[in-house]
Each structure stands twice: as structure tokens, then as C-alpha cells.
Antibody, heavy 123, light 107 residues
Framework: EVQLVESGGGLVKPGESLRLSCAAS????????MYWVRQAPGKGLEWVSA????????YYADSVKGRFTISRDNAKNSLYLQMNSLRDEDMAVYYC????????????????WGQGILVTVSS | AIQLTQSPSSLSASVGDRVTITCRAS??????LAWYQQKPGKAPKVLIY???SVQSGVPSRFSGSGSGTDFTLTISSLQPEDFATYYC?????????FGGGTKVEIK
């Protein structure tokens, strides 16, 4: 069974840092691009970042560029999101998601998704 | 950046109704569009990809159509388990983007 499990969320103050992890299982992790998507409380979905299978191509939403860093460790089947200089508006449930296809190229759809992890930013 | 505009933002419908949700892209995205269903407290689940391909395991009452800038998600006969929020997403180019969502409620 394909599974993605996020961890590392919690309560932080504005300006602090947090590192999210996503453990993947049930598929060949090193063959897929991976993504982070977030959802602020009561709001819609927002794509955050993407990384291709070999970490050669990395993309960020403008809202997090320069503050967040996506990375992966294919040997550990894990995806990460280092979040620095957190702001109130970064408070959200963060989902990791796999690209829906192994086909390389531009972005893809998200399938499957992890269960999500809550990041709370509050003083 | 490509913006996606979904309409309506919410709708009320009865079991058995035919429901149509539209998604308009600010520029052409070919068929690089997916549709998701999200229930409260749960992660989204893909229903449709490549604008009209139904994901394995998704009931046949769900269908997608369109290309270029105008897309449609149709539920042919609404079932109780379909009451949820639906999102479109473009993957034609970065930054990837979602529509604002359509909440389907019970009439």
C-alpha cells in the first residue's frame, strides 16, 4: 500500500523555524517527484514546493521562496521541508503528496496525499 | 502565474441530482488539469487527471471535460458520500495552482 506520513509539525512563534518530514512507503520513492501543499484553517489548497526525483529541479511558491527549503533523501525514502522565518500566514495543515505519474516533465497532479500535519504559528 | 477560477463557490443539491462545477484558467493549459474531492478533516483525493481521465477506483458518475481554458467536473447522480468540497488544479506550468474550491452541500 502506498503511504505517506508527515511528522514534525507543532506550535512555533513568528520568526522561528520548523522542519517537516514525510516518510514514504509502498512505492519506489526515487522514481517520483514529490510536493508539499498546505491549507490554512478554513481556506483552500495552496501548492508550496516541488522537487523532482533526483533533486535536480526544485520549485517554490512566491509566498515561501527564500524562507522554505525542500529536500529529499532517496536512501531513506523521505521528503523534507525546512521552514525558516515562519509567519502567521504560514499556519496551516501541510500535506506531502506524490506526483501522480512517473513521467518526467513539468508539474503533475497529486496522488496520493499524506494525512497532513498542523503547523501553528502564534506568539 | 496561472489563476484558476471555480464556479460556483458553493451549491446545494439533492441526492440524485446532476451537478456541474466549472473551472476557468487565466491562460491556456491544454489538458493539464486535475479535480480533487476533500471531505472535512481529510486529505484531498484525486478524481480526474488530464482533464478527463478518471482515477482508478473513482465511481463512474464522476466525469471531467474541457481543454485550453474551460473545464467541467460533472457528477451524474449525486450520492450522499459526494457531499464535499471540490478543487481543480493546473499542472501545465509552475507555479502550480488550485481553484478556490466548490462546496457541495445537501439541499
Amino acid at each position: 500500500e502506498v503511504q505517506l506520513v508527515e511528522s514534525g509539525g507543532g506550535l512555533v512563534k513568528p520568526g522561528e523555524s520548523l522542519r517537516l518530514s514525510c516518510a514514504a512507503s509502498g512505492f519506489t520513492f526515487s522514481s517520483y517527484s514529490m510536493y508539499w501543499v498546505r491549507q490554512a484553517p478554513g481556506k483552500g489548497l495552496e501548492w508550496v514546493s516541488a522537487i523532482d526525483s533526483s533533486s535536480s529541479y526544485i520549485y517554490y511558491a512566491d509566498s515561501v521562496k527564500g524562507r522554505f527549503t525542500i529536500s529529499r533523501d532517496n536512501a531513506k525514502n523521505s521528503l523534507y521541508l525546512q521552514m525558516n522565518s515562519l509567519r502567521d500566514e504560514d499556519m496551516a495543515v501541510y500535506y506531502c503528496a506524490r506526483k501522480g505519474t512517473m513521467i518526467r516533465g513539468e508539474g503533475g497532479w497529486f496522488d496520493p496525499w499524506g494525512q497532513g500535519i498542523l503547523v501553528t504559528v502564534s506568539s | 502565474a496561472i489563476q484558476l477560477t471555480q464556479s460556483p463557490s458553493s451549491l446545494s443539491a439533492s441526492v440524485g441530482d446532476r451537478v456541474t462545477i466549472t473551472c476557468r484558467a487565466s491562460q491556456g493549459i491544454s489538458s493539464a488539469l486535475a479535480w480533487y474531492q476533500q471531505k472535512p478533516g481529510k486529505a484531498p483525493k484525486v478524481l480526474i487527471y488530464d482533464a478527463s481521465s478518471v482515477q482508478s477506483g473513482v465511481p463512474s458518475r464522476f466525469s471531467g471535460s474541457g481543454s485550453g481554458t474551460d473545464f467541467t467536473l460533472t457528477i451524474s447522480s449525486l450520492q450522499p458520500e459526494d457531499f464535499a468540497t471540490y478543487y481543480c488544479q493546473q499542472f501545465n506550468s509552475y507555479p502550480l495552482s488550485f481553484g478556490g474550491g466548490t462546496k457541495v452541500e445537501i439541499k
